[in-house]
């Protein structure tokens, strides 16, 4: 009987381990397992959560906070679901080692408070110290204060207040801190540290500080690894005279080299660069910009805009090109100059020496209200505050035309002192659209009061047209006159008398008996189709119509100062 009930006890187990292998396949085939579960089931357990699976975590199994080791413990009826633990407590979570002098060790909810010599260790990467630590092995959040330094490699993060989360190795402190690094010590009212990505963000009142540099934001991204910055909000760059304002961009603090948009500006010496896009190299002093770039002299009152530009802080060289422009505002009327390139460079720099040359290439055009020009190109050099205009150089002033084969203005105080027009020279003088006084010879030169031609001299070969008028301002008739020298004064932009060497009484026509063909010297042009009409005209260049181009010089090239600067350009 007893064999009976044995055999038959094992032949009901033998079917309900059959019925319940059953029931498990069932359910199996009822609910399969796809790709992507598995492999998030998979990365689950390897401790990958992903910041978008947080809200899962109450319902994944929690590892056990271990009490490893302290030399007394006790009850406490004050702390009644607390282990009091003191003396070398050592307490371990997953791969985190936790020490202190005491603590309240709460077994049921899995966390622990501890205090003094508090010390956290995870691998021999990351340690973590501080006064008192309160941990919670549910969220894996240690909140760690006063006295706290969290040590990473060659990272330590000093605060009074700071929550690590062990889930997604960040640390974050929210009433001021500080974090150093081999290069640079970054303070900031709240920041966080990811000890494994070295990514970190600060934010309020952020200030770091390099020994070549000072840094201040409100919000910042900095990477201990790369030690590169990145600008998300008005930050400011100080470094000796050099200073860099930018909203958005990234700066590598240990090369100096800075990759800058949105309108960033760099300020070295009064000088400034801006751009929608800005490459700035500390080191080298190189800044580049390009989009809507504006290069500010705001010592010397004087300013270049194009597409693109470049400048060396430490060379004083500078250059523009794509719509390229030059403004002069160090008087009250300005001057706009555009060029195909403009130029800057600085001879004989930090010496007593030293002077500057502007240089514009190709198609010159210039506009002030009291001046304009067209030229091939032209040089301004500061050591003689001369302007030297090359290849078909034309100069207005009022109603006063100045041309010939090269042109020397010399500034003072950016006003035209005077002017010294070489081979071909060329005054005239609109009276109205038929009559032009005119001054031809080999070299003139046009002084200047006032903004305003006074007087002019005439040398070689000097040919005259000139209506003369009464004291009433009447037309008294044409003379015309040739001599060797010849002194022009003039009134209110009005000749007033001309003094001939030797004297020559010339021939005076009276108006209505003026012969075919005198009226006009032989080399006679009103240029007023080229002339820039305003500051917007100056970028449609109008070059002289074949009729009307000067006869070629009998004389060798004209030879420009650093001419192979000017090859090849075109």
């Not at 340690?127 to 040590?151: K, S």
């Not at 800044?287 to 504006?294: D, I, K, L, P, R």
């Not at 009327?333 to 290439?361: G, I, K, N, P």
């Not at 010159?364 to 150089?393: E, I, N, W």
């Amino acid at each position: 009987m007893q064999n009976r009930n044995r055999h038959t006890s094992s032949g009901h187990r033998t079917l309900l381990f059959g019925v319940l292998c059953l029931f498990g396949f069932c359910l199996l085939a009822q609910k399969p397992v796809t790709g992507p579960q598995k492999k998030q089931s998979a990365g689950t357990q390897a401790g990958q959560v992903k910041q978008s699976d947080k809200g899962k975590q109450s319902q994944q199994p929690k590892s056990k906070v271990y009490l490893l080791h302290s030399d007394l413990l006790r009850k406490d009826s004050r702390h009644p679901d607390a282990q009091v633990v003191v003396g070398n407590v050592a307490f371990r979570h997953d791969s985190m080692y936790m020490y202190c002098d005491s603590a309240y060790y709460y077994d049921k909810i899995n966390s622990f408070e501890a205090f003094s010599n508090v010390k956290m260790e995870q691998g021999d990467t990351l340690f973590v110290y501080g006064d008192r630590l309160y941990y919670d092995g549910m969220t894996q959040i240690a909140q760690v204060r006063e006295n706290v330094r969290m040590e990473n490699r060659n990272t330590t993060l000093l605060t009074d207040s700071l929550n690590y989360d062990r889930l997604y190795n960040l640390g974050y402190y929210f009433d001021g801190g500080t974090l150093m690094d081999e290069q640079n010590v970054l303070t900031s009212e709240w920041g966080e540290y990811n000890p494994k990505t070295k990514q970190s963000v600060f934010n309020y009142n952020v200030k770091l500080v390099n020994p070549q540099f000072t840094l201040t934001s409100d919000t910042l991204r900095y990477n201990t690894a790369t030690k590169i910055a990145d600008i998300v909000g008005p930050s400011d760059i100080y470094s000796d005279q050099n200073h860099i304002y930018s909203e958005l961009g990234t700066y590598n603090t240990v090369t100096g080299k800075a990759d800058l948009y949105n309108r960033s500006v760099i300020t070295n010496e009064g000088k400034q660069l801006t751009g929608d896009t800005l490459f700035y190299d500390r080191n080298s002093g190189v800044g580049e910009a390009f989009s809507n770039m504006v290069m500010t002299d705001t010592i010397n009152k004087n300013m270049m805009t194009g597409d693109y530009g470049y400048y060396n802080d430490k060379t004083k060289y500078a250059f523009a090109t794509k719509k390229a422009v030059a403004v002069d505002y160090s008087q009250g009327d300005s001057l706009f100059l555009h060029a195909d390139t403009l130029m800057m460079v600085t001879f004989h720099l930090d010496t007593d020496s030293m002077f500057r040359e502007m240089r514009a290439f190709h198609k010159v055009r210039f506009f002030r209200t009291d001046l304009q020009g067209t030229a091939d190109s032209l040089v301004f050099s500061s050591k003689d505050s001369c302007l030297t205009m090359y290849h078909d150089p034309i100069l207005w002033n009022d109603k006063q035309q100045l041309v010939g084969e090269k042109i020397l203005i010399y500034m003072n105080d950016s006003t035209v002192d005077w002017a010294h027009i070489i081979n071909q020279a060329l005054s005239v003088e609109e009276l109205d659209s038929t009559m032009y006084n005119q001054v031809s010879g080999k070299e003139m030169k046009a002084y200047f009061r006032d903004g305003q031609m006074h007087k002019t001299e005439v040398e070689g070969s000097v040919r005259v047209v000139y209506y003369p008028m009464d004291s009433d301002s009447t037309l008294i008739g044409m003379n015309v006159s040739e001599t060797s020298k010849l002194e022009v004064y003039l009134q209110d932009q009005k000749i007033e008398r001309m003094v001939m060497s030797p004297q020559s009484s010339g021939t005076l026509y009276p108006l209505p008996q003026i012969p075919k063909g005198k009226d006009k010297l032989e080399n006679f042009v009103w240029f007023d189709y080229i002339r820039p009409l305003d500051k917007n005209d100056i970028f449609n260049w109008r070059g002289k119509k074949v009729e009307d181009q000067l006869k070629k010089s009998v004389r060798g090239p004209i030879e420009l100062p650093n001419q192979h600067l000017f090859e090849n350009k075109k």
